[in-house]
């Protein structure tokens, strides 16, 4: 079966990183959310959700107990936990796929901007050195003010239209001391916590294939548990690229979502816009419902870069996002 799984933020809501709270040996805090939650948190969302409503996860006072009876468990959600070590296709039970998380209005569908909208890569004579190697060309992005950087904000597919960041992501800045053990407050223990909220009817959505009646809930994701409305709805005739078709150009090639590649990708492009984001595995297991967070720490190209590849090389640098643990919880996803 194929849903769309819409999440509504109750209120503000915080999506960590690799910058947080830390200790309270810590004197100065300042944290700002991920304005977009990782596919790893939707698919641990997903699977500990299947759990609850197979009755195999009772949720108690101080957080979460597997029932005593766990045969079954496998068949649902899958052995362990995404890995991305792995090179083959993981078995997540029922979940079979998991779009990129985009966001939607309910009417209309939002990614990050290409980081070339508006701009056109052109090859002038020349020689230059640039990434990797030599190039027999000098690679111009016309159209490109410093002043004014990179388009930003959200895309909309269907007509082009770009809405800014700030007008649908609204920060919600907190701040306070941190309170020592015995209550007294330590010195210069102040902290600033940026959360967001979504503008409107706005919301996180993705679209997933599941072998199960999943069912819409009251659920928790992010760093701080932040509260969503999950809403499930059957999708049989809504398709993930074909929403964003609209954004392929034959030229380069555009990144979906977050990707894992390795780095001399960039040997086989002309040109390439590009920006990163860390990512941190933390692998569960379904035994005891146990999580551990990986020492390595990874880097992902971000979703909205794009790569503008040598004659001849598209097809290896499509190859190399062809990762199939990755893609099918909504990694590595191409246009």
């Keep these: 079966m194929q849903y769309i799984i819409r999440f509504y933020p109750v209120e503000g809501f915080f999506f960590g990183g690799e910058i947080t709270f830390g200790d309270t040996e810590n004197t100065n805090y300042l944290v700002k ?10 698919l641990g969302t997903l ?6 409503q197979g009755g195999y996860l009772e949720m108690t006072a101080s957080g979460c107990r597997l029932s005593d009876n766990t045969a079954g468990i496998e068949g ?25 998380v985009f966001v939607s209005d309910g009417d209309n569908h939002y990614v990050p901007t290409p980081m070339d909208e508006d701009l056109s890569f052109k090859e002038y004579p020349g020689r230059s050195c640039l990434i990797q190697g030599n190039n027999d060309f000098i690679p111009v992005i016309e159209g490109y003010s410093p002043k004014d950087g990179l388009k930003g904000g959200l895309i909309d597919p269907s007509d082009r239209s770009i809405k800014e ?9 907190r701040v306070g001391i941190t309170k020592g053990r015995g209550g007294p407050t330590l010195e210069k223990a102040f902290y600033k916590q940026t959360e967001y909220r979504l503008k409107g009817r706005c919301h996180f959505a993705v679209i997933a294939r599941i072998d199960w009646d999943i069912k819409g809930s009251k659920i928790f994701m992010g760093a701080d548990r932040s509260g969503f409305r999950m809403e499930v709805e059957d999708a049989n005739d809504t398709d993930f ?26 040997q086989d492009c002309k040109f390439a816009i590009t920006d990163t984001v860390s990512f941190r595995n ?12 990986e020492n390595n720490l990874h880097t992902f190209l971000k979703r909205g870069s794009v790569l503008f590849p040598r004659q001849g090389m598209a097809e290896s640098i499509i190859d190399r996002f062809n990762r199939p643990n990755l893609k099918k919880i909504g990694y590595n996803i191409i246009i």
Excluded: C, H
């Design 33 to 42: 959310s991920n304005p977009w939650p990782q596919q790893t948190t939707i």
């Design 47 to 52: 699977r500990k959700e299947l759990l609850i």
């Design 76 to 100: 649902l959600i899958g052995r362990e936990g995404f890995d991305i070590s792995s090179t083959m296709a993981q078995s997540f039970g029922v979940i079979e796929e998991i779009s990129p």
């Design 165 to 173: 960041f700030d007008k649908i992501f609204i920060p919600d800045e």
């Design 241 to 266: 690229m074909a929403i964003f078709s609209p954004l392929r150009d034959k030229q380069r090639i555009l990144l979906l979502s977050d990707a894992y590649v390795e780095e001399d990708i960039f």
């Design 282 to 293: 933390i692998k569960s297991r379904t035994r005891d419902y146990t999580f551990r967070k």
